[in-house]
């Protein structure tokens, strides 16, 4: 019997290479384009060292040949009796047109799979609360996530609540503002969203901190910061738009960004200026070990083939320097839903 544990796991689609890459585990279904890879071969893997995986499931059974007319009866059987409860029931698709084209599909469906199971005793109701115990498990039971590749197969996987993403597809909505600059606002939101928690949000982005925006027009990412009650210094030679432009909580430096460093520390330091990986980690070890900010998010861009040996290389550039000065440190990367070729990282410096 084969023991190794499999994997499922959802990207961005055209980078399920990468996420084998940065796994290091042995591929079983890695189709080009398919927005999810199963993977063998390693027993554990961590969610937030994977840049590119968007969700990281346990894979437990698959079921093909799902027939149109009763889908439920070939899936309640196939969910393993060893998996006794759930916290909650995720139906989820991959982010391709076809995927899309299953999604009116899976919110039909979710209902009548949420009451079989319910009547089976495995699921907790919309409180959390297990009608066979009585008790809250919502932070104990895995998530019970069934997959539909297509709409005759389905991959029935679990989830870690501590080692995964809580979003549906592992793509975390963020509404956008109508008065934002750009649609890059969106991409600062999702980070929020993605590195910090709603404790870490409440405590690091309070209104009247402050913050550096290098490679700012039109200025997309300072209104986030901005919508937040950040200050916030948008250094760019390009102009600041819409809402942007002239704003009172906004002071706009026409300078190199490369070059700028603040005169006092600031709460944060975002950078989306499209350089070389190794050019901007540079730039952000120099701030760290400057002492000029405590938090920083910077997007990588990866227009290069090796795209994972670019940004190892990046990030260990980055432990590596901090390291070297002692200087203690969170260090995170992901492939956001709104990062295209690129990873959006969160560094921060821990007490
Ligand atoms: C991808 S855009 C930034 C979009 C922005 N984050 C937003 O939300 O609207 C990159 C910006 O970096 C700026 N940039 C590139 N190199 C720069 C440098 N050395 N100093 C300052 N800005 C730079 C460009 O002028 C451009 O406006």
Not at 131 to 149: K, Q, V, Y
Not at 153 to 160: E, F, G, H, N, P
Not at 168 to 194: C, H, T, W
Request: contains cysteine; charged residues 25%.
């Amino acid at each position: 019997m084969n023991t190794l544990p499999s994997w499922l796991i959802y990207c961005r689609p055209g980078f399920e290479r990468d996420c084998v890459e940065e796994t290091q585990a042995k591929p079983v279904e890695t189709t080009e384009n398919s927005g999810y890879v199963v993977l063998q071969g390693k027993p554990r893997l961590a969610y937030r060292q994977l840049a590119f995986a968007r969700q990281l499931l346990s894979l437990h059974a698959e079921v093909s040949d799902l027939p149109e007319r009763d889908r439920l009866t070939p899936l309640l059987a196939a969910i393993p009796v060893s998996l006794e409860r759930f916290s909650a029931l995720y139906l989820e698709v991959p982010d391709t047109n076809e995927g899309k084209t299953l999604s009116g599909f899976t919110r039909r469906f979710q209902p009548l799979l949420e009451e079989a199971l319910r009547v089976q005793g495995r699921l907790a109701d919309a409180s959390g609360i297990h009608p066979s115990t009585g008790s809250e498990r919502t932070d104990i039971s895995p998530r019970l996530h069934i997959f539909f590749p297509d709409n005759q197969r389905a991959l029935i996987a679990t989830a870690d609540p501590h080692n995964s993403s809580a979003a549906l597809n592992g793509i975390q909505r963020v509404s956008m503002a109508s008065d934002a600059p750009s649609r890059s606002y969106l991409k600062l939101a999702e980070a929020f969203e993605v590195f910090l928690d709603k404790k870490e949000q409440a405590l690091w982005l309070k209104p009247g901190m402050t913050a550096i925006d290098l490679g700012a027009a039109p200025g997309g990412w300072t209104w986030q910061l901005v919508q937040r009650g950040l200050k916030v210094t948008a250094v760019d030679n390009g102009p600041l738009k819409g809402a942007a432009a002239g704003h009172p909580s906004i002071r706009h430096l026409r300078e190199d960004g490369f070059r700028f460093r603040p005169q006092r520390p600031v709460d944060w330091l975002v950078c989306d200026m499209v350089e070389q990986p190794q050019r901007v980690a540079t730039l952000m070890t120099e701030w760290f070990i400057g002492g000029y900010t405590q938090r920083a998010i910077f997007n990588l861009k990866l227009p290069m083939k090796k795209r994972v040996a670019a940004l190892n290389d990046a990030l260990n550039s980055i432990r590596t320097a901090l390291n070297n000065k002692g200087i203690r440190y969170q260090l995170e990367a992901k492939q956001l839903y709104h990062d295209r070729e690129e990873v959006t990282v969160y560094l921060a410096r821990k007490r």
